[in-house]
């Protein structure tokens, strides 16, 4: 299921004889949700169940210490 917005607003930002400078700016604010899930394919995580959304970003990031010397 997917749900959000999109504007596009373009125009003529400069306009002269010899020179154009035309413009489009575009905002969209779109997320796709889990509408229904496999019980057998489906992985078994707190984030993945119906109505929650599909672009969760997950990350392992380690710091370590510089090997002695």
Do not use: C
């Not at 997917?2 to 575009?26: A, C, D, P, Y």
């Amino acid at each position: 299921m997917r749900k959000g917005i999109e504007v596009t607003l373009s125009g003529s930002v400069i306009n002269r004889q010899k020179f154009q400078w035309q413009s489009t700016i575009n905002f969209t604010s779109h997320h796709r949700y889990y509408k229904e899930l496999d019980s057998v394919y489906s992985p078994k995580n707190p984030w993945t169940e119906p109505g929650m959304r599909m672009d969760t970003y997950l990350d392992n990031y380690w710091l370590r210490d510089p090997p002695a010397t």
